[in-house]
Each structure stands twice: as structure tokens, then as C-alpha cells.
């Protein structure tokens, strides 16, 4: 078999963000240049890099081999370095150390819209686009129509695409990208956009690619989506290759791996990162009905999730809430702490201090399995100040749930309680039963 | 298998010293170039009431003031040609030239979300913006034309001259362009200084004067190294007759060749880090 990716010991490292402005000003180099003339053709070389900047490792001694028409997925937390990887991989950055070697032209699907321009046409737009991403005016050409049907935009196909909802730019978007037909294709969690009939439309279209034989690296945040779409994953923690194994293997890995928080996940303000401000998150937890905090629940009983935060100046319009989503990334649900229109109008701001949101679920309503939660605190339309979609994982227990003196498995997210009546039309003896309890 | 053949090799390795220029694969992109500086045209009079109509306001507007000021009240000598026709044919070159430079110097930065998200030769992005310099100067050419028969200035073969001379003025605003657009990746103060080049740039250049306004000497030779001393002489003399250029122009094209060959190699070295540091 072809080796068609093949990379050792790849590092990457960058200097923190906030470093770069204060150092890199022509004055500091001009500065710097009559100090000691002579080093200035060689820094001017290098970019002026500073010893003293802070650097990190995004990605470390990363050595993996993907062979040719195989699909591998790369699961990792945000900031765990996938991003960086393809980024890597497709040639948008280079490593700071290792080597890698490449067979074959690779397209990126990094960011769906890249270079899209809003006061250009739908219709220029895709040549545009596609010659971005790579491709031949003529195979543009030939794939035209195909591009446009599967974006669904025929009718606004002459518009400048700043009209477009951002519904029918995202399709547009992604209908070109999904149109490339390179040997090696890098796709970064495109999947995430569009409505629910797109998005599976967007699926078939990844698992046809798959199938015509390319080589394929898949980023998703959508665990059903890996595991649907690839054999092999790889999982990337904290910069490093933690394992490379089956999907259902790596996808465990995965979930279990730092994501069991003992039903309490509590950030360091080190860890919270600077667009956060003023939120700053303390702390997530699950709590049982008697205010225990636990890693296990009971269906029966009802849940709190609560979220502990500090304010570092005051905000209008903050909403705090949670996402729950199954172990497989499938949502649940979305609830923000001023969903009600009374807690809406009564914290239209909160001024700066420390607070706890909580969030009940109530009783009977999510059923035995695993479950995550992720974290967002936003300002609708104006700002997501943070966001983590994996905060928390805690269990369910169906115990006293109704059914469970049947001893099987139930489908489905939820499991609520049901009243029943069966009313007993023309049987021999026409007793009315009434539900218990 | 002969497919198996045909598939490039990509190494990923860590940038390293200074690099071959490759130019194989800027040829390779040739249609990403055609289409970046398609996309720099179209753009840039949308949603404009006058829209491209500007590319021709804009020469001759000036063209007007500096006929006003240097022609009427300055009394500029014009090498005994009309002042507006003379100027014009010094502003046609120069504003070739300064848009090139202009907009190829910040275009790095302009298409920085390109640069983080996709591989392409990052030197796509400066060429197409100086190609889309272009449209404008043939624009603004058909109104040299027009204010030709209108002085009744008629075309010599010497106007095959200015293909070379045009061609001068764009490869000078790349040499400088691509150094510059690299350097504002770091530094944005290239930025703010591009405008006031560009206008000192001017005032050194037989734009609104005559250049046998210099004085005969050492100064000559140093005016002789702008190359665009050179090319507005050059389309002047093309164009309406007169002094041909001076001999200097031979050396400021040397000067211009050593700008751009060392551009190319800073521009080929630093593209490796565009999208750390944009």
C-alpha cells in the first residue's frame, strides 16, 4: 500500500499572541539596528524573534502515517493542536521541527467561505473560491451546475453574496469546498453548518468522497460523524499523539480520557483565555437532588447543573448556559440561565462579581446513559466570551425509572414518565383502569 | 499506475535559511493569479455611484490641478508642449505605478484570512494586485489618446516604446512592493509610510516638471537612479516627442533588478511564516 501522509516527529511552536505587537515594532528594530548593526540583516531574516517572548508548543513529536485512500478522523479537545496539525499538513504553516512528506495534491476545508468576497456574485464567488481552493478554471466549469444544486441557491445564483442569509452562504460555501477533487483532502469540522437536512446532506457527501478511494483527514467535534466516516482515528491531547486506534476505540479513548471530572470540572484563571474577559469560569457541576456533587444520577431525581463565574466588569445582556449533548455529540438541548423573559428583563445586566447559575432538569426525563455538558457565555450577537462544548460528563442511573422491570435497554435520550390510560373497549368485564400515582 | 507518477511530492520540513524562489509553482497558480486580480478590479468600484469611471477621474482631475498650479500659476516650462498634455503624459506612468505599489504593499495583509487558511505561493497575492493596476492605465491611456487629437499630437511608431517602459514601471513597483508587502506582515508601520513614499517618490520624479529642470552633474546621476525619472521621460518622448530618456535609465534598471531578485528571495523566505505572524 501507498503511504500517502507520512509525518515524524512534527513540532510546532508559537509565540504568545499578545508578545508580538510590543516586540515587533520597526522602532524596536531600529532600535535594536543601531545597537548592533550587524545582526540586522540576520533577525530581519528570522522576523525578530525575541528568547525572552513566551512561546508554547501547539504540537509535539507528532509521528503518524496515513495510507493512501484511507480516511483517518482526529479527535482532540479545542486547542489540543488538530487545527495546527492540518494546518501543517496543508501547507498553510510550517513545522518547527520533524519533517513530513506528501503524496499527492492536498485540499483544505479549513474554514468553509475562505475567500469568499461579499460584493461578488454567488456565480463569481464559486470561480473565485474554487480557484483558492485549488482549482482548475475548467474543472470549476464542469462542476458549475453540480455546485449550484447541491447549495440550493439556483434562483439567487446572480447576487452578491453579502445578500445571502448566512444560511445560503454557509451552503455555498461548503458545496464548493465539497467539490474539490484533490488525492489528499484536509476537512476541519465543516460539517457544523447549515440546518439538519444539510448537514446530512454534507455526511453523504464526506462518506462518497471517502469512497472514491482519496485520502481523507476528518476533524470533527461530531463523534457520530467520526465514527460513520472513519475506521482509524488518532487522538490529539494537549499537542501530543495520545493514540491511533479503531474509531469506536479512539472515540472512547476520548470520552473517557480527561473528561471524567467526578461531576465537577474547575478552570484555573491561567487557563481561561484572554477573549474571555470579563468572564471568567470557576467552576461546572452536576448535583444530585441532595446537593451532593457526583459523577452519577438518577433519572428519578431531578439534576442541577450549576455554573460558577466571576464577572471582571460588569455586562449587559450575558447569558449563561449549558449544552447537553450524548457522549456521541448528538445535542440534547440548549438552555441559557435567561431563557424565562422575567430573568430576561431582570438581568438585562449583572455587575461584576462572583456568581452561580443553576440549571435543573427535572425529574424523569433523561434516561440511563452517558451525557456531556458544555459551557457557553455569550451576549447574543454581540460576543461568545467562552465557550467549551465538553465541560462535564456525568452518568444517568434509570433506576426507578419507569420499565425497569424489564431488563433491557431503551433507545432514546429520554425517558420520561408517561401517563397512560388503557381503556378496555368491549372486553369482557368494562373496568376502567386509572394510572397509578 | 502511471497515475503514480504524476503525483507531486510535498516535503514538510522547518523553514530554514533562505530557499530556492520556485517559481514553477507561482506558473502552476497562474489561474489563481488571473482570478485574485479579476476579483481586485471587480471589487474596487462596487457599490461606487461613478464606478469604474473613477480610474479616469481620478488622472484627469489631477491632471487639471496640476495644470492650474504648475502650468498657469508656477509657469512650470513644459518642454514646449501644453501643460496638461505634458503632466498627463507624466501621470499616466506614475499613477500606474503608484497604484501598483499601493496596493500591492498592504495586500499581504489585506488577504491575511487567505493567508491562515489555505496554501497557495503567497506571491499570487502582491502580482495580482499589481496586474490589477492595469485596467486603470489603459483606461486613463484612451484619455491620453483623446487629449493627443485634441492637441493634435500625432502617434509615432516610438509608442511601441512604452510596452518596455509600462512593463519598467510595474516590475519597479514589484521589486519595491514585495519587499514592502513582506515587511508589513510584521510590521505594520509599512503601512503608514507607504503613502508618504509615494509622494516623495513623486516629488522626485518628472511628474509635474520637466527633468531638465535638474541641474547638469552629480545630482543628474542621482536622479538617474529613480527608474521612474527614466520611464515618465521615456512616455513623454514616446508619446509626444522631445528628449529621448537619458543613458541613465540603463543603470536604474540594474538597481531595480537587484531590488527585485533580492525582494523575491526576502519575500520567499518570509512567506513561511505569513501565517504565524499576519
Redesign the interface.
Known amino acids: 500500500m ?1 503511504i500517502a501522509v507520512r ?1 515524524e516527529n ?1 513540532g510546532k511552536k ?1 509565540r504568545l499572541g499578545t508578545q ?1 505587537r510590543t516586540y ?4 524596536d ?1 531600529i532600535a535594536r539596528t543601531v545597537s548592533n548593526p550587524g545582526g540586522w540583516f540576520r533577525r ?2 528570522k ?2 524573534r525575541d528568547p525572552s517572548a513566551n512561546t508554547i508548543w501547539a504540537l509535539r513529536n507528532i509521528s503518524f502515517e496515513v495510507e493512501q485512500g484511507q480516511v483517518l478522523g482526529v479527535i482532540g479537545k479545542n486547542g489540543a493542536g488538530k487545527s495546527t496539525l492540518l ?20 485540499g ?1 476545508l ?2 468553509v467561505g ?2 469568499f ?1 461579499p ?2 456574485t454567488g456565480r ?1 464567488n464559486i ?2 473560491n474554487g ?4 482549482m ?2 475548467a474543472e470549476i466549469a464542469r462542476k458549475f451546475d453540480e455546485i449550484v444544486e447541491f447549495a440550493e441557491i439556483s434562483r439567487f445564483i446572480d447576487t452578491p453574496v453579502k445578500r445571502y442569509s448566512s444560511g445560503m452562504y454557509l451552503r455555498l460555501a461548503f458545496a464548493v469546498a465539497a467539490h474539490l477533487e484533490p ?1 489528499i483532502l484536509v476537512v476541519d469540522e465543516v460539517l457544523a453548518v447549515g440546518d439538519a437536512e444539510f448537514q446530512r446532506k454534507c455526511l453523504g457527501k464526506m462518506s462518497d468522497v471517502a469512497q472514491q478511494g482519496r485520502t481523507v483527514l476528518f476533524v470533527s467535534h461530531n463523534m457520530s460523524a467520526i465514527l460513520r466516516l472513519t475506521q482509524e482515528a488518532i487522538v490529539i491531547d494537549k499537542g501530543q499523539l495520545a493514540l491511533r486506534a479503531p474509531t469506536a476505540k479512539a472515540v472512547d479513548y476520548y470520552l473517557s480520557q480527561g473528561l471524567s471530572q467526578q461531576g465537577e470540572r474547575t478552570w484555573d484563571p491561567s487557563e481561561v483565555p484572554a477573549s474571555a474577559w470579563p468572564f471568567c469560569p470557576v467552576a461546572i457541576r452536576a448535583r444530585s437532588s441532595n446537593g451532593k456533587v457526583t459523577d452519577i444520577l438518577r433519572s428519578v431525581e431531578p439534576i442541577t447543573l450549576e455554573v460558577e463565574y466571576r464577572l471582571l466588569a460588569p455586562l449587559t445582556g450575558l447569558r449563561v448556559g449549558i449544552y447537553l449533548s450524548t457522549t456521541r455529540g448528538e445535542p440534547i438541548f440548549t438552555s441559557f440561565d435567561t431563557d424565562d423573559p422575567s430573568m430576561y428583563e431582570r438581568y438585562t445586566s449583572r455587575p461584576a462579581g462572583h456568581y452561580i447559575s443553576r440549571g435543573v432538569i427535572p425529574p424523569d426525563y433523561l434516561n440511563e446513559g452517558r451525557y456531556v455538558v458544555g459551557l457557553n457565555a455569550s451576549s447574543f450577537n454581540i460576543k461568545r466570551y467562552f465557550q467549551d462544548e465538553q465541560s462535564l460528563t456525568f452518568s444517568v442511573d434509570a433506576a426507578g425509572a419507569p420499565g425497569m422491570q424489564w431488563p433491557e435497554a431503551r433507545l432514546g435520550v429520554v425517558r420520561p414518565h408517561l401517563a397512560w390510560y388503557i381503556d378496555a373497549v368491549g372486553a369482557s368485564q368494562p373496568d376502567r383502569l386509572a394510572p397509578v400515582g | 499506475m502511471t497515475a503514480e507518477t504524476e503525483v507531486p511530492v510535498v516535503y514538510l520540513r522547518p523553514p530554514k535559511g533562505w530557499s530556492a524562489l520556485n517559481l514553477r509553482d507561482l506558473w502552476f497558480y497562474r489561474e489563481l493569479i488571473y482570478f485574485m486580480t479579476w476579483r481586485d478590479i471587480k471589487v474596487r468600484y462596487k457599490q461606487a455611484v461613478l464606478g469604474i469611471s473613477w480610474a479616469i477621474l481620478q488622472p484627469l482631475l489631477t491632471m487639471v490641478i496640476f495644470s492650474i498650479i504648475f502650468g498657469n500659476l508656477a509657469k512650470l516650462p513644459s518642454e514646449g508642449l501644453a501643460y496638461p498634455l505634458f503632466s498627463f503624459a507624466g501621470l499616466l506612468p506614475w499613477d500606474l505605478f503608484a497604484m501598483a505599489l499601493q496596493r500591492s504593499s498592504t495586500s499581504l495583509v489585506s488577504n491575511a484570512n487567505l493567508l491562515t487558511k489555505v496554501y497557495f505561493p503567497r506571491l499570487v497575492i502582491p502580482f495580482s494586485s499589481i496586474l490589477a493596476a492595469l485596467v486603470d492605465f489603459a483606461l486613463a491611456f484612451l484619455v491620453m489618446l483623446g487629449l493627443m487629437v485634441y492637441y493634435k499630437v500625432w502617434l509615432t511608431w516610438n509608442i511601441l516604446w512604452l510596452v518596455p517602459l509600462a512593463l519598467l514601471a510595474m516590475v519597479t513597483a514589484m521589486s519595491v512592493g514585495i519587499w514592502l508587502s513582506a515587511l508589513n506582515v510584521q510590521y505594520r508601520d509599512v503601512q503608514q509610510m507607504v503613502p508618504f513614499l509615494i509622494n516623495a517618490w513623486m516629488y522626485a520624479s518628472p511628474v509635474a516638471y520637466s527633468a531638465g529642470l535638474i541641474p547638469q552633474g552629480k545630482w543628474q546621476i542621482i536622479y538617474g537612479l529613480n527608474p521612474m525619472a527614466g520611464v515618465i521621460q521615456g512616455f513623454r518622448w514616446a508619446l509626444l516627442g522631445g528628449n529621448p530618456p537619458d543613458k541613465l535609465l540603463i543603470i536604474s534598471i540594474v538597481v531595480v533588478i537587484v531590488l527585485l531578485v533580492s525582494g523575491l528571495f526576502y519575500f520567499r523566505r518570509m512567506e513561511r511564516t505569513f501565517a504565524d505572524t499576519v
Open positions: 501507498t509525518v512534527l508559537y508580538l515587533n515594532t520597526l522602532r528594530a530581519l531574516g522576523g525578530l494546518k501543517i499538513l496543508s501547507r498553510v504553516t510550517e513545522p518547527t521541527e520533524g519533517s513530513g512528506e506528501i503524496r499527492g495534491r492536498v483544505s479549513l474554514e475562505t475567500g468576497h460584493e461578488l463569481e470561480y473565485l480557484a483558492i481552493l485549488g482548475k478554471r488525492e
